[in-house]
């Protein structure tokens, strides 16, 4: 489901300039009337929610547990104890990863914190082992915590030191300051030092419980397999009282800006604004208005007036659609300008841009190059193990690549200019750079 949150300026510069579409089985599976059954199965284990699915296509398995809350699950103190905690856990497994060769993945959102591995089937036993030990019995020795720290605590300094992270992260802070997403899960600098071990063990003790993971194993192994597997190890945790419900709709707010002056060679702008709830009719509707948002900001700023190398909007990955608008110029009075143009213009669409129908040729070839991204998603083991977490946690099931595909090809073009009037109102701006430049329509 990333396609649309990662929509590139060249999917929607202008509805003739389509990039290229591939005919045959691919084509005709995303657009066949009938949804096919998922090969995926979601079911509850030994208090665990698990999502299978087995591919005898390919001799890889991927694993990904999430760790469900995120910075629900924190106060602004305690920021980053669930980042530290996996990543000294990942530390203590490191040696066996390395031994078979597989591939970890762990990271800390606001919604939910995931690890997980990669690994050819031949490995996988091992892998599994060094897995599941670091997570039902942490040794978390000092060293390792240690370490950790100071790789989170790297993190942190780098996006200090590059403007327009820093910024991102004010802005987060501004637009989201009532809302649990105003947390950073990897926490602060001042956080992470207060932490001790007893802090670790105390968070894995209360929050280490099944009812907060969700497991997803995708490849060559079964059912059978996976089940036998979490009874030695990760069923033995305490099953804990916790549900896994979609995050809160940020407050309404009106427009406002976030400004800080500094003398900088390029200029930053950031705009958040709140979306649709995934369960709401509106969810398909607001992902594709802002992809096409996207391709107007950047024909406007970047190929019209040549004001930035980066202009676009997205939508976060997180379960709660929060849109942003970024764009870095030397220009920012006049790319400003391009945006609120840009955002006139997508109001008004499709009268303004002519197009007499809500179902044009053009259109629908549009709307395909979108959903064709989240067939490429689920090509791979790990990326069918992310979308099919994304998708059974944002709508509670497992609808397949094809329905998801479907869903976005119902939408017609009226809808961008009602997302536009909706959602895209009370934007939280923020700016970095010389506040001299700061003329136009702001």
Known sequence: MRYVRAASVAVAAAMPMMLGWPSGSLRSSLLSQEVQPTSANSYEFSGLKVIHSERRDSDIVAVRLYLLGGTRQVTEEAAGVEALLVETMALEASEVFRST??????????????????????????????????????????????????????????????????????????????????????GTLSSLVALTRADLQRYFDEQFVTSRMLLVVVGAISAAEVESLIAESLGRLPAG???????????????RWVVEHQQLPTSYIIGYFDGPSPTH??????????????????????????LSSAAYASVLDYARPIGVIHVSSANPGEAMTQIRDALSEASEYPVMMNVPTPHTPQW?????QLALRELFEWSSSDGKAAALARSYLFFGRLPTPEEYGRNLLRVDSPSIARMV?????????????DTALMRGRW
């Open 101 to 186: 060769g597989s591939r970890t993945t762990h990271e800390a959102t606001p919604d939910w914190t995931v690890t997980g591995f990669v690994a050819l089937k031949s490995d996988f036993g091992s892998a599994w082992s060094g897995f599941a030990s670091s997570l039902v019995e942490p040794q978390l020795s000092e060293d390792a915590i240690q370490s950790a720290h100071r790789i989170l605590a790297a993190r942190i300094r780098r996006e200090r030191t590059r403007p327009e992270a820093r910024l991102a992260s004010g802005a987060r802070r501004s637009a989201f300051r009532e809302h649990p997403y105003r947390i950073n899960p990897l």
């Open 241 to 255: 009282h916790y549900r896994w419900t979609l995050p809160p709709e940020l407050p309404d707010q009106k427009a």
């Open 281 to 306: 009719a509106d969810y398909f509707p607001f992902l594709v208005s802002v992809a096409y948002l996207s391709g107007r900001i950047g024909y406007r700023v970047r190929q019209e007036e040549a």
């Open 364 to 368: 629908r070839r549009y709307l395909e």
């Open 421 to 433: 009037r909706r959602y895209m109102r009370g934007i939280q701006w923020a700016f970095m750079g």
